[in-house]
């Protein structure tokens, strides 16, 4: 693996590096016409946020959680986790950075629908290999009863509500402890009662956990209740604010 990044000294004090950070980046898809996704990003993303990326549809949202992601590849530009240069990795260096540094949660669960709750959520620990399947069923476990789940660790995802299913995606997507969980509008198939509480558990994967949290999500009333909210427009950031978010 790629060494580990030096902090930078400032006034001979440390200064912790951004989680994620996009140098200039753009990603253009090739074709007979090719298309711009997004054009000249510069974002860097630090411990215990929860940032909100709101745009139009097509403004190049989700594009660029995918590249934060290390999901796709910038055209230009560089992207660093934690310091690491990602364009210097290769595959299998990209893909062990996914599994210990972040998490990911997607508008529709994505869970397998032929294994149990508590199997699903062990998928990325199996991946990672880290831990004993003992170890792997007590972290899973663990996980889904503190997201009210214990009751259903044993279910199939079609034996669950939607919002069940979309906090089982959480479990999984914690499930190798990373500090940063990257969620792609994860409220978008839920009612309001069911998207009220997936919010709140990643409110409180913030306040309580310590953790970085990144939405793409269309809906503004969620997205004012973020501590910083990043606007997109024809896949281009054009406002970048702190708010006061809801706790």
């Given at each position: 693996m790629s060494a580990?990044?030096?902090?930078?000294?400032?006034?001979?004090?440390?200064?912790?590096?951004?989680?994620?950070?996009?140098?200039?980046?753009?990603?253009?898809?090739?074709?007979?016409?090719?298309?711009?996704?997004?054009?000249?990003?510069?974002?860097?993303?630090?411990?215990?946020?929860?940032?909100?990326?709101?745009?139009?549809?097509?403004?190049?949202?989700?594009?660029?959680?995918?590249?934060?992601?290390?999901?796709?590849?910038?055209?230009?530009?560089?992207?660093?986790?934690?310091?690491?240069?990602?364009?210097?990795?290769?595959?299998?260096?990209?893909?062990?950075?996914?599994l210990t540094l972040l998490g990911f949660v997607f508008q529709f669960h994505f869970l397998l629908p032929e294994l149990t709750v508590l199997d699903n959520v062990m998928l990325p620990m199996r991946a990672l290999a880290r831990l004993s399947r003992d170890g792997m069923k007590s972290r899973a476990a663990d996980l889904l009863g503190s997201l009210g789940l214990g009751d259903h660790m044993n279910k199939r995802p079609d034996q669950l509500s939607g919002g069940q299913r979309q906090r089982v995606a959480v479990a999984r997507a914690l499930a190798n402890e990373p500090p940063v969980i990257l969620a792609d509008e994860p409220t978008g198939s839920l009612d309001s009662k069911a998207s009220e509480q997936v919010f709140q558990v990643l409110r409180d994967l913030v306040d309580k956990h310590g953790k970085t949290v990144v939405a793409v999500t269309h809906d503004v009333s969620l997205a004012a209740r973020m501590d910083r909210r990043i606007e997109l427009i024809d896949g281009a950031i054009v406002s970048d604010q702190a708010l006061k978010g809801s706790r």
């Open positions: 580990a990044p030096q902090q930078t000294q400032t006034a001979g004090a440390a200064v912790a590096l951004p989680l994620i950070e996009a140098r200039n980046v753009t990603r253009i898809l090739s074709g007979v016409v090719p298309t711009t996704l997004v054009h000249d990003i510069d974002l860097a993303v630090g411990d215990n946020e929860f940032v909100a990326i709101t745009g139009p549809s097509g403004s190049g949202k989700s594009s660029l959680l995918y590249l934060l992601g290390l999901l796709d590849l910038p055209t230009s530009g560089e992207l660093l986790i934690k310091g690491h240069a990602t364009a210097r990795m290769d595959e299998e260096e990209r893909a062990f950075t996914r």
